[in-house]
């Protein structure tokens, strides 16, 4: 390649700079967008696994129902590859907030040693505000939203059970002074989760001195693991790594427990022994002042004391074998019967994946994946699409020049190369800023949008240099390639044909024109727009796959936010109508509901989890399975109506519960790949599995149930129902009746759990205000692309057509008439591309909304039509703004150009 | 007072910091009902004139008046209304809108103007009765000057300006496009103005005007032009 090509092509860099800068923004744009969204999801990931890192989050966490001892302590402390622990205490105990009962739950710090490098510190606390507790009396409270307001500094909150207990059996004192507002590792998530006092849902969180605690036992203990920090928390190493060390900690178990049980027998055991000894000491005691007084009788004033020792043993002994010691001996074996066997002797080791927050941090990252895999794709190919355009122009202009070349003998490498310099440049300059920029941009906003629901600490970015490169080459790739394939064309001809100008593309009828009445009906502008639009169809085509590509993003991401928020909608205004599930045993409950005034109306069930498959034993791995689902038995179907509302999806249709077969949510149906009529393998409360017909598939979005009647479930399973659960509906469902009813019934002693759905209702409103700023993000995203892309073509329209419009100018057409013989076209084609958008983005939004689900979690893909308002109106709109500037590029066509000879 | 006036018009183009004289202050008149020959080598002039007169153009300096109008005082707005109603063109290189046809690219002109004449019977004119269905691409070249032709006509122009109209085409089919432009003149008495460099077609003007060095530097009156047929080149 000659040294003069290379300068040529940076002269027609500078010359034509309109059009190298599109290229490059378009490249910019696509690789920013592209690498951005794909690095948002890493992003969230690193700067996760930093801040765990960072602030000693625990990678075991150890609980058992008997809590642990000094020597459980020091056992798990000297197990191999335990690095860090820290024995604590939690309870969960309410208090009040401005007149309404909150649900706290009571974590610790360490007693001393506060510091970052102690390394027993874990979950260290992250301070917003203040300090954290020192002494007994004092506490600190993890921050939420909820809450800001309402507790402060130098407020003082003061706990009570929330059931029977006293919370002097846990806590030495129950009043705490707030002494810093703090994050902790422990709990990013908004929710922090369910407990069995108060209302049932964790209100906030306060963590005091360890040695606030009264207890006997340490209840949780945390650890770290030896070479966990240099792992990627979500990597299997890491999780290979902990596993390890959990697999030796509940060896330790083992032997830990088998001494605690020795413990506690052989404490029952001198217990016994004690007693009996005290018994016996009675006994021996009272013979001996039996025999005294018999032998004083005999002789009077003599010490008889002497006289009675030898004589005593055997009237004990005799004594002792004629006692019966059977009560008491009962008494104790069962003392030790009921210790070890209602003592829960177990340790629970759980790593990482089973603490909700980091699970729930996890998957909404994963979930930011899903999108990142759709839009980006669409971004590329767009970006692509209007490349190929625009060079096909620029080398379709330099015809003349191409000759040229050619004629001084140049190879058709040395040609191409300049076009294929021209549009790398562009695209590798255009790619590197979308990285940096890109990289940069979207992960900060998209982390900052989650951040409304989690309580991370400032992005850290992760590297991305593999993903940068990607998408970088895979975008110059594309276009370098294109610009190529819209050489080959040209530099096929000889120079003398090259240097004559390319034969004008010729006029033809349009399809339309046969069609006589619609034809005859055209105004003669109406027919010259026609015939223009359809005159370059590649063009023609590239245009409206590219408007309909913005617009078809822009309505994606208008359609999931519709989508969530119908979900809610659907889900608790119309699926689910009770108010509240009570989990109870016994027959009070269900009574005192009943006589309840302030329940409408109450519904017993059975709710039980049970697996659900397509096969008949669980380890097909052919088959499809989902574990946990929860099976619901009504016994009155007629009056379950009035609570689930068991419908078709997008019909009117309401299904009834029959005796012939289950009702089978949606979500599920979909994974099992079943449909109604076919057979699914339920478990029994028994533990059968058996199989049962679908009669019916139902719309549900939070929650994978099956449906079905007690006479069913008793048919198939041949055992009997036994109602487990209330639904009640509300006369008045406010948080602050609600609070009441959770607080009372919570101490009722069948009572064994309750959810109420406002808090749900909430749970998902949150997550949802995050998603709408994500889905901000990709609409101003997909605004900026179609913006682009429109302008892009319009530019390429109006350079191919100079001399066209240079004609009409000459004629007499006033300015407005010139632009309107253009835009016409503009607007048609936008027009038919936004149409085509339109119909596009719902698949995209289909597909996008299936892959972002996540268990028990279905989003539908319900749409509002005022979004397809939007996307349209929005797409024209930019088509607009973009012939409001092609205005002016319109005017200064200079009419000489008229004159010109054909280029 | 002439039906159109050149005083002293100078047009000085701008490059940077090089200012480049098209016209150093040309002079000249027609009348209406006049053919007048602009002719010239290349560089002389010529095309500033025309861009001058057909109003796609200012000038620095100077007055042209056509029809009593001063046209170097026009707004852009009057100078496109100026084109619309009073100025019929034809390029050298026909400039047909190729995605219409004959008759559309006629009536495409046809449809601004206030008076426009007849489509057919213009597009019959100039001999392309059975072409009018036809796209430019179908059309010879001469076929395509004449519907070039009729659409400069069909606006019922005061002033037909061509511009090297024969330029593009052979020289039979220019003589028979020279040939209707004679003819245009002489029957409906349009004012037409041609712009040619070729010198051999002068002797078919009422009228001659030389241009040299941006100047108008001879004007020639020819009181009985050639007809075409008799002019060879």
Redesign the interface.
């Known amino acids: 390649m000659g040294k003069m090509v290379v300068k040529d092509t940076f002269r027609e860099i500078k010359n034509s700079f309109g059009r190298f800068f599109a290229i490059f923004a378009i490249v910019a744009i696509g690789v920013a967008f592209f690498a951005g969204v794909t690095a948002s999801s890493e992003d969230m990931k690193h700067s996760s696994d930093c801040y765990y890192d960072e602030y000693n989050l625990m990678d075991l966490r150890i609980l058992s129902g008997v809590g642990f001892t000094d020597e459980d302590i020091d056992a798990i402390r000297n197990t191999e590859g335990v690095e860090g622990l820290f024995a604590t205490h939690t309870i969960d105990a309410v208090t009040k907030i401005d007149g309404t009962q909150s649900t706290v739950r009571v974590m610790t710090v360490p007693d001393d040693n506060l510091t970052d490098d102690n390394k027993d510190y874990i979950n260290r606390l992250r301070i917003k505000e203040g300090r954290l507790p020192e002494k007994e009396g004092e506490c600190v409270i993890r921050y939420s939203e909820f809450y800001q307001e309402k507790i402060e500094i130098g407020d003082v909150i003061t706990l009570s059970s929330g059931n029977d207990s006293d919370i002097s059996d846990s806590l030495k004192t129950d009043e705490y002074e707030v002494v810093g507002i703090v994050y902790t590792p422990y709990y990013v998530s908004y929710d922090i989760g369910q407990s069995n006092v108060g209302n049932g849902s964790v209100g906030f969180c306060i963590m005091v001195t360890d040695s606030s605690f009264a207890q006997e036992y340490y209840t949780e203990v945390f650890a770290t693991v030896e070479g966990a920090k240099e792992l990627d928390t979500y990597s299997d190493e890491y999780f290979d790594l902990v596993g390890e060390t959990k697999e030796r900690i509940e060896d330790a178990a083992e032997e830990r427990l088998d001494a605690r049980v020795q413990s506690v027998k052989d404490d029952i055991e001198s217990e016994r022994r004690k007693t009996i000894d005290e018994i016996y000491e009675n006994v021996r005691t009272e013979v001996r002042e039996q025999l005294y007084e018999q032998y004083s009788m005999y002789y009077p004033g003599i010490d008889v004391s002497s006289m009675i020792e030898p004589q005593i043993e055997s009237i004990v002994q005799e004594n002792i074998n004629n006692l019966d010691l059977t009560e008491i001996n009962e008494q104790f074996d069962r003392a030790e019967e009921e210790a070890i066997e209602n003592g829960d002797w177990q340790w629970y080791v759980l790593d990482r994946n089973s603490h909700y927050s980091f699970r729930d941090y996890e998957s909404s990252a994963d979930r930011m994946n899903a999108i990142a895999v759709v839009f980006p794709m669409f971004f590329i190919l767009v970006a692509a699409l209007v490349c190929l355009t625009t060079m096909t122009r620029m080398v379709d202009e330099q015809r003349g020049l191409i000759g040229t070349y050619k004629a001084l003998g140049y190879g058709k490498t040395a040609i191409a190369m300049k076009f294929v310099l021209y549009s790398f440049i562009a695209s590798i300059t255009g790619g590197i800023l979308g990285c940096i920029v890109g990289l940069r941009l979207f992960p900060a906003i998209i982390y900052d949008c989650w951040n409304i629901i989690y309580y991370m600490p400032a992005i850290q970015y992760a590297d991305h240099w593999l993903l940068s490169i990607i998408a970088i080459v895979s975008l110059v790739l594309v276009i370098v390639a294109a610009t190529v394939a819209a050489c080959v064309n040209e530099l096929a001809e000889v120079p003398s044909q090259l240097m004559r100008p390319k034969?004008?593309?010729?006029?033809?009828k349009i399809f339309l024109e046969h069609i006589g009445f619609i034809w005859k009906r055209l105004s003669?502008?109406g027919?010259?727009t026609a015939?223009?639009i359809f005159?370059y169809k590649k063009r023609f085509l590239m245009t409206v796959v590219g408007i309909a590509g913005g617009c078809a993003l822009m309505f994606a991401g208008f359609g999931i936010k519709d989508s969530i928020s119908a979900l809610i909608e659907k889900q608790y205004n119309e699926i689910i109508q009770y108010d509240v599930s009570i989990k109870y045993e016994g027959d009070e409950i269900p009574e005192t509901v009943n006589s309840d005034s302030r329940f409408e109306k109450a519904l017993t069930i059975c709710e039980y989890t049970s697996d659900v498959g397509n096969a008949e034993t669980i380890d097909d791995a052919d088959k499809q399975q989902r574990e946990d689902v929860s099976i619901e038995v009504v016994e009155d179907a007629q009056a379950f109506k009035d609570y689930v509302l068991l419908r078709k999806r997008n019909t009117d249709t309401i299904h009834e519960l029959d005796d012939e077969g289950v009702c089978i949510t949606e979500q599920l149906a979909g994974d099992l790949n079943v449909k109604a009529g076919d057979t699914v393998y339920i478990t029994g409360e028994s533990g059968q599995r058996k199989p049962v017909r679908i009669s019916h598939v139902v719309e549900m979005y939070t929650s994978s149930n099956i449906f079905m009647t007690s006479e069913y479930y008793e048919s198939v399973f041949g055992e009997d129902y036994e109602p487990n659960c209330i639904l009640g509906i509300l006369v008045d469902s406010s948080e602050a009746s609600e609070n009441q009813i959770g607080e009372e019934y919570l101490l009722m002693s069948g009572v064994r759990g309750m959810t109420f759905f406002t808090a749900n209702i909430e749970k998902f409103n949150n997550m949802i205000s995050s998603l709408n700023l994500v889905t901000y993000v990709l609409i101003l995203s997909a605004a900026a692309l179609t913006f682009v892309v429109l302008y892009n073509l319009t530019n390429v329209n109006v350079s191919e057509r100079i001399?066209?419009i240079a004609?009409?100018?000459?004629?007499?057409?006033?300015?407005a008439?010139v632009a309107s013989y253009v835009y016409r076209e503009n607007v048609a084609i936008s027009v038919i591309g936004s149409a085509a958008g339109l119909v596009l983005g719902v698949f995209l939004h289909r597909y996008i909304m299936k892959t972002v689900e996540m268990d028990n979690v279905m989003f539908g893909n319900a749409v509002e039509q005022l979004s397809f308002v939007y996307a349209f109106v929005l797409t024209m709109v930019f088509s607009l703004i973009v012939n409001l500037v092609m205005y002016r590029k319109l005017k200064n066509i200079p009419?000489?150009e008229?004159?010109k000879?054909?280029e | 007072m002439s039906y159109i006036e050149f005083n002293n018009v100078k047009k000085i183009y701008k490059m940077g910091d090089v200012k480049i004289k098209a016209l150093a202050g040309a002079n000249f008149t027609v009348e209406k009902g006049e053919f007048a020959v602009i002719a010239g080598p290349s560089g002389a002039g010529k095309?500033t004139i025309?861009?001058l007169l057909?109003g796609?153009?200012t000038v620095t300096t100077g007055e042209i008046i056509v029809d009593g109008q001063h046209i170097n005082e026009f707004s852009?707005?009057q100078l496109?209304?100026?084109?619309?109603?009073d100025?019929g063109?034809v390029?050298?290189?026909y400039?047909l809108?190729?995605?219409?046809?004959a008759r559309?690219n006629v009536?495409?002109?046809a449809?601004?103007c206030k008076n426009p004449l007849d489509i057919d019977e213009t597009i019959d004119a100039v001999g392309l009765k059975d072409r009018k269905g036809n796209?430019?691409?179908?059309l010879s070249g001469g076929e395509q000057q004449r519907v070039a032709i009729a659409?400069a006509l069909a606006?019922n122009p005061k002033l037909l300006l061509c511009?090297e109209p024969t330029g593009a085409l052979d020289y039979q089919t220019g003589k028979a496009v020279l040939k209707l432009l004679q003819e245009t003149c002489i029957k409906r008495g349009v004012t037409v103005v041609v712009i040619t460099h070729n010198l051999a077609l002068t002797p078919m003007g009422n009228k001659v005007i030389r241009v040299k060095n941006g100047m108008v530097s001879n004007i020639e009156i020819n009181d009985n032009p050639v007809p075409i047929d008799e002019i060879e080149w």
């Open positions: 034969s004008p593309k010729k006029g033809k003669f502008s027919k010259v015939r223009n005159r001399r066209e004609t009409i100018k000459v004629l007499g057409f006033f300015d008439e009419m000489v008229s004159l000879s054909v | 095309s025309l861009n057909g796609m153009d852009q707005k496109t209304a100026y084109r619309r109603y100025i063109f390029f050298q290189f400039n809108v190729q995605n219409l046809t559309e009536e495409l002109a449809q601004i796209f430019p691409a179908q659409r606006k511009d």
